[in-house]
């Protein structure tokens, strides 16, 4: 009995590999463009790459970063990109503080949260 249910396990798996079914993994940020808009305001336009699947697990938003952590602005992702990907999506006005030369991208999704390929965007 116990060979069967082994035997089923493995011939699932088989199965599986060999339809090609995508299991998503983490979001990840694959290009950044950084446009300055006016004093210290910018305008970033982000490609991300995440192998949506449905509602419940899709690259949901993206965060500007300063160095030290704290979040200069945020896209929400209103839907997931199934059969768009990778995709891009832009966020303007976002305030840049005096001194800071360098921001970081990064994606979230639903089911990881933060974990994939982050960038780092010099602003000079």
Request: hydrophobic share 45%.
């Amino acid at each position: 009995m116990k060979y069967i249910s082994l035997f089923t396990l493995v011939f699932a798996l088989l199965i599986i590999c060999a339809t090609g079914i995508a299991i998503a993994d983490e979001a990840d940020v694959v290009a950044v463009k950084a446009t300055q808009t006016g004093k210290q305001t910018y305008r970033f336009d982000v490609t991300i790459r995440h192998d949506d699947t449905n509602w419940e697990h899709y690259a949901d938003s993206w965060e500007v970063l300063a160095p030290d952590g704290s979040i200069l602005g945020t896209r929400v992702l209103a839907h997931p990109h199934i059969n768009e990907q990778p995709f891009t999506r832009s966020l303007s006005g976002v305030k840049i503080p005096a001194g800071i030369n360098q921001v970081k991208i990064r994606v979230h999704d639903s089911v990881h949260a933060f974990g994939g390929d982050t960038m780092v965007v010099d602003l000079n």
